[in-house]
């Protein structure tokens, strides 16, 4: 069974770098989410099984990056230019369907593996 595990969130300024990691085993279109106090879950970024396909939400696109190593079972989430709105805890989930488009991707029901999530905290 797929169980992801996140590491790598902290407290970093503002303009700062972070980088988080996945370790899920299998194949499967993972996802990265978060969710700030007293805010929904919203989606960040997702990538296909092989890696050839991305999707950002638009308030992370140029700034972050996902990627993965399959070899590895790793999928890794680089976050540049960190803002303070970025501030919540970081959930990486993993989706066993076999279809990956942005509609698909965005929704956190689709997932059907969680992390336990790592917060990330930015300071102004």
């Known amino acids: 069974q797929v169980q992801p595990v996140e590491s790598g969130g902290g407290l970093v300024q503002a303009g700062g770098s972070l980088r988080l990691s996945c370790a899920a085993s299998g194949r499967y279109a993972m996802g990265w989410f978060r969710q700030a106090p007293g805010k929904e879950r919203e989606f960040v970024a997702a990538?296909?099984?092989?890696?050839?396909?991305?999707y950002y939400a638009d308030s992370v696109k140029g700034r972050f990056t996902i990627s993965r190593d399959n070899a590895k079972n790793t999928v890794v989430l680089q976050m540049n230019s960190l803002k303070p709105e970025d501030t919540a805890v970081y959930y990486c989930?993993?989706?066993?369907?076999?279809?990956?488009?942005?509609?698909?991707?965005?929704?956190?029901?689709?997932?059907?593996?969680w992390g336990q999530g790592t917060q990330v905290t930015v300071s102004s």
């Open positions: 990538i296909s099984r092989s890696g050839g396909m991305t």
């Open positions: 989930a993993a989706d066993s369907g076999g279809i990956f488009t942005i509609r698909i991707a965005q929704r956190p029901e689709t997932h059907d593996y």
